[in-house]
């Protein structure tokens, strides 16, 4: 039996399950409407996963490319993007890759700055993000980046106890749940840093455990993601406060958890 296999397939089909909220790429279709006065727009999503975001994109007529480095999300996405002649995606790592240039708008969405998986220096791997789509921009062309942003990162992301995310039973027949032990914040270094693993069971009643592991995430400040994108040549224009048209205040305040920023190319 094949567990490495089974977890990743296990994972993927149940990620594509419980992540399926459309609110944000509703907006996301809203800006480009209302910021492309509705022409054809050549789109780039990084980390396009199982195609949550890329599909309803092609969906609404864009020319869509997208990558992800996990060959199981992306499984899922192929089968949904069966017959559609304006999208592509493929395999490669975003950190390492050649993201290809000429794009109108490139799409960095789905919470990737925070959620980004590297053995780097974590602020290091976000600012080559940046300065990554920046490249893959034509002049004039816009970055799309969607994050959480909080007022209060330590009562967010200092959390104790046991707690599960994702549960289900796939179409192999393997059941299982994410576990998760909390998360410790240290405001000094603005590292996240928590343990998790995934319990399983295949469909011939084996039981084992996966992928055990520590795991860290960076979370910036505002005046950081703002330096790199000037760093980057990208020109804020707009900025969205949790999903609204009201833009990001300066400083934050307590009411908020998600910014939304559309940027130029010079």
């Given amino acids: 039996m094949n567990r490495d296999f089974i977890a990743k397939y296990w994972y993927a089909y149940i990620y594509e399950q419980c992540e399926n909220q459309t609110h944000d790429v509703e907006f996301l279709l809203n ?15 990084v980390a396009c996963g199982g195609g949550r975001i890329c599909i309803p ?31 592509t995606c493929y395999v490669t790592d975003a950190l390492t890759s050649d993201w290809g ?26 600012q080559i993000l940046i300065r990554k789509a920046a490249l893959a921009l034509k002049p004039g062309g816009h970055l799309y980046l969607d994050f ?33 032990y909390g998360s410790v914040y240290d405001p000094v270094t603005r ?28 979370i910036p400040t505002q005046e950081q993601v703002y330096s790199w994108l000037r760093e980057a040549g990208l020109i804020i224009e707009r900025t969205y406060k949790n999903y609204t048209d009201e833009p990001i ?6 009411s908020m958890h998600r910014a939304t920023i559309w940027a130029k190319r010079g």
């Fill in 31 to 45: 800006v480009l409407r209302a910021e492309t006065d509705g022409s054809p727009q050549k789109i780039l999503e």
């Fill in 57 to 87: 994109l092609a969906e609404a007529g864009y020319t869509v490319t997208g990558f992800d480095a996990n060959e199981y999300m992306l499984l899922r996405c192929y089968r949904r993007m069966k017959g559609m002649n304006n999208i």
């Fill in 101 to 126: 240039t000429g794009f109108d708008v490139v799409v960095l969405a789905g919470n990737l700055l925070i959620n980004l998986e590297t053995g780097m220096d974590y602020a290091r791997a976000q």
């Fill in 148 to 180: 959480d942003l909080h007022y209060d990162p330590v009562r967010i992301f200092n959390q104790m106890g046991e707690r599960s995310y994702f549960s289900g039973t796939d179409d192999l027949g393997t059941s299982g749940r994410t576990v998760s």
């Fill in 191 to 218: 590292i996240c840093t928590g343990t998790r693993h995934w319990e399983l069971k295949t469909n011939n009643g084996e039981s084992f455990v996966a992928f055990t592991e520590q795991w860290h995430k960076y």
């Fill in 249 to 254: 205040p300066e400083p934050l305040d307590e």
